[in-house]
Nanobody
Framework: VQLQASGGGSVQAGGSLRLSCAASPPRTTSNNGMGWFRQAPGKEREFVAA????????LYTESVKGRFTISRDNAKNTVYLQMNSLRPEDTAVYYC?????????????????WGHGTQVTVSS
């Protein structure tokens, strides 16, 4: 399984970005939960959001609730992270990951496939 994240970039505080994560080969992650994590320089990788295999149940870390939305389109083998009202503290490399089961939870141990990451930089 390969996960390709894209959509990162540089924006000013208050701006928006939409990250995408495409899985290949097709349908390899349709039954898996998916997640987004991020890692800022000098910090550990932290959980951002997760979604179950049906796209019904979602989890968010407290700091992004109400600003970020995770979704998925299994027909396109793609997971999205819509990020609004971005803050400088959201600056990090964002990684998508495929869970070991139907929903991965908040721990990195719940995921076994990882993309290479996409940089998000938010300036004040």
């Amino acid at each position: 399984v390969q996960l390709q994240a894209s959509g990162g970039g540089s924006v000013q505080a208050g701006g928006s970005l939409r990250l995408s994560c495409a899985a290949s080969p097709p349908r390899t992650t349709s039954n898996n939960g998916m997640g987004w994590f991020r890692q800022a320089p000098g910090k550990e990788r932290e959980f951002v959001a997760a979604i179950d295999w049906k796209g019904i149940n979602t989890l968010y870390t407290e700091s992004v609730k109400g600003r970020f939305t995770i979704s998925r389109d299994n027909a396109k083998n793609t997971v999205y992270l819509q990020m609004n009202s971005l803050r400088p503290e959201d600056t990090a490399v964002y990684y998508c990951a495929a869970a070991r089961s139907s929903i991965g939870g908040t721990s990195v141990r719940g995921y076994h496939y990882w993309g290479h990451g996409t940089q998000v930089t938010v300036s004040s």
